[in-house]
């Protein structure tokens, strides 16, 4: 099965995660949650952090963008990485 590039950055970013051995989950709404959510909910020492995952170029949908404004104004830490920041996005947060 091909992995979309989309993909590609999550898998990257969940590899990062539990080499690290940092909490995260991946919502899955399914019908059931809220759509827009980021890909990534993550809890490290005490902050709340949330990652958009997109391929290059790629912007948030504006509910995406909704999320993340919310979740920044509430004290939380909201960031969109690509397949050209991912790396540079994980240093910026867990290094």
């Given at each position: 099965?091909?992995?979309?590039?989309?993909?590609?950055?999550?898998?990257?970013?969940?590899?990062?995660?539990?080499?690290?051995?940092?909490?995260?989950?991946?919502?899955?709404?399914?019908?059931?949650?809220?759509?827009?959510?980021?890909?990534?909910?993550?809890?490290?020492?005490?902050?709340?952090?949330?990652?958009?995952?997109?391929?290059?170029?790629?912007?948030p949908?504006?509910?995406?963008?909704?999320?993340?404004?919310?979740?920044?104004?509430?004290?939380?830490?909201?960031?969109?990485?690509?397949d050209?920041?991912?790396?540079?996005?994980?240093?910026?947060?867990?290094?």
């Amino acid at each position: 099965m091909a992995t979309t590039p989309e993909g590609k950055v999550k898998a990257n970013i969940k590899k990062y995660l539990n080499n690290k051995d940092i909490y995260f989950t991946m919502p899955f709404t399914a019908g059931y949650g809220a759509s827009g959510v980021p890909d990534i909910l993550v809890c490290h020492k005490g902050r709340f952090i949330a990652i958009e995952c997109k391929a290059n170029g790629n912007k948030p949908t504006a509910l995406q963008a909704q999320h993340m404004t919310r979740i920044n104004e509430g004290g939380g830490i909201a960031v969109v990485a690509d397949d050209t920041n991912w790396q540079e996005k994980m240093k910026e947060l867990f290094e």
